[in-house]
C-alpha cells in the first residue's frame, strides 16, 4: 500500500528503505487542477475534514471510495509542486473524542469493502503478542513521510499548555472498545501509542520536533498522561528556544514508523541534523530508555486493534477549558489571523512489514 508524491524523492530515506521505489508522471498528469488522488494514492485511507457541510451536527468523512475524487480547495488540496496539503482552523468541528479540529487520514486497511466493518479486526493491524492477531489485516506495519510544517496556530490564552502552538503530523491509534473495557481486560480505552508532534512559539525562529507515547490506562486513570521524548529542540514540557537545534517553519524532516513484532522503531531525519531512532516494545511497560514504567499498563498495547494517522491534527482550539486559543469559525477571518495549522507533505507511505 503506496502513499506518497510520486513527483519527489526525498534521498535520506534511501537510507532507511532499501527498496524505495521512485513513480514517476508526465507534467500532464501534474496539472494544478490534479485532485490529490491523481498524485497520490488514497486506496486504503479517509479522511476526517474540520467542517459539516452537510448540517448533520457531525464532523465531516469522507470515505475511501470518495476520496478518490475529492478535493476541498482550502482544507484538503494539492500545492502548485503537487505535495498534499492539511490545513485546519483552531475554531471548527471535531471528532466526539477530542475537543481539537483535524483535517487528518485514518488508515482503512479494508479499502472500499465496506461490507467489513471500520472497527473490525480485518482493517486494523496488531502487535504480535495479540492473542488474536491473526484475525487482523496484517501484523504491524510501517508509517513513513517527508513533509514540511508551514503554520502553526500563534495566539491563546495559556501559552504554557503543553500542547499550545503544536501540530500532530502522525499517529498511531488503538480501537475504542466498550466491551473490552467492561470485560475489565486492560484494553480498549482508544488511547495513542504514538503521537508525533511539531511545536514552534510565536517568538522562536525554530521549532521542535517530538513523540509522546500515552500510557495505556482508562481515561478517568490520574497516570493516564503522554510520556514525551525530544527528537529536534525540546519535548512538549519545556519551552526554551531550540535555535538552531529545531526545525524552522517550512523545512522539510522526515519520520518512519514501523512496527515489527511487538517493537516499535522510530526514525527522524533531516538534512543538518543528527539522525534520532527510538525504540519501544508496546506490549509491555518498558519505556524506550528501557526502564520499566510502573504506573502503565503492564502490557502496553498488546491487546489492541490498532491504525496509523497522519496530516494536520491541530492541538490549539477554542474551547476556553482547553487552552483558550484564538478563532472565530469563519474561515477567511482565521486565515487572515493565522488562527490555524498546515502542513505540507512530499511524500507519505504506508504498507505491511514483509
Not at 175 to 187: N, R, V, Y
Request: proline share 4%; with cysteine.
Amino acid at each position: 500500500m503506496l502513499l506518497r508524491n510520486k513527483t519527489h524523492h526525498h534521498s535520506v530515506l534511501k537510507t532507511i528503505v532499501a527498496t524505495f521505489v521512485t513513480f514517476s508522471m508526465t507534467s500532464s498528469a501534474l496539472a494544478n487542477d490534479a485532485i490529490p488522488a491523481e498524485v497520490f494514492d488514497l486506496g486504503n485511507w479517509k479522511i476526517t475534514l474540520p467542517m459539516d457541510a452537510n448540517n448533520d451536527g457531525n464532523v465531516d468523512e469522507v470515505p475511501v471510495a470518495e476520496l478518490q475524487s475529492y478535493v476541498h480547495p482550502d482544507y484538503f488540496h494539492l500545492d502548485d509542486d503537487s505535495n498534499l496539503v492539511f490545513v485546519t482552523p483552531n475554531s471548527a468541528f471535531t471528532t466526539p473524542n477530542s475537543s481539537n479540529s483535524r483535517t487528518e487520514l485514518r488508515q482503512m486497511l479494508r479499502g472500499e469493502n465496506d461490507s467489513i466493518g471500520t472497527k473490525d479486526p480485518a482493517n486494523n493491524f496488531s502487535l504480535a503478542s495479540h492473542p488474536e492477531a491473526e484475525s487482523f489485516a496484517q501484523i504491524g506495519g510501517y508509517l513513513e513521510a517527508t513533509l514540511r510544517v508551514e503554520h502553526v496556530a500563534e495566539r491563546t490564552e495559556n501559552p504554557e499548555r503543553q500542547s499550545a502552538y503544536s501540530v500532530v503530523v502522525g499517529q498511531i491509534h488503538a480501537l475504542k472498545d466498550e466491551d473490552a473495557i467492561q470485560s475489565g481486560s486492560g484494553f480498549g480505552h482508544g488511547n495513542e501509542p504514538l503521537k508525533i508532534y511539531y511545536k514552534k512559539l510565536p517568538n522562536q525562529a525554530t521549532g521542535s520536533v517530538f513523540w509522546n507515547y500515552e500510557r495505556n490506562l482508562a481515561k478517568e486513570d490520574a497516570d493516564r498522561t503522554d510520556i514525551s521524548h525530544a527528537v529536534w529542540g525540546n519535548d512538549w514540557s519545556n519551552n526554551t528556544n531550540p535555535n538552531e537545534e529545531g526545525i524552522a517553519l517550512g523545512e522539510s524532516f522526515s519520520y518512519r514508523v514501523e512496527i515489527k513484532g511487538d517493537i516499535m522503531h522510530l526514525t527522524f531525519l533531516s538534512d543538518g541534523h543528527p539522525t534520532r531512532t527510538f525504540e519501544q516494545n508496546l506490549a509491555d511497560n518498558v519505556n524506550s530508555n528501557g526502564n520499566a514504567d510502573t504506573k502503565d499498563n503492564p502490557e502496553g498495547y498488546a491487546g489492541e486493534g490498532m491504525y496509523f494517522k497522519a496530516g494536520s491534527y491541530n492541538q490549539c482550539n477554542t474551547r476556553p477549558d482547553s487552552g483558550a486559543c484564538a478563532g472565530t469559525g469563519n474561515w477567511e477571518t482565521d486565515l487572515a489571523n493565522g488562527d490555524y495549522t498546515k502542513v505540507v507533505f512530499s511524500t507519505l507511505e504506508s504498507g505491511s512489514i514483509q
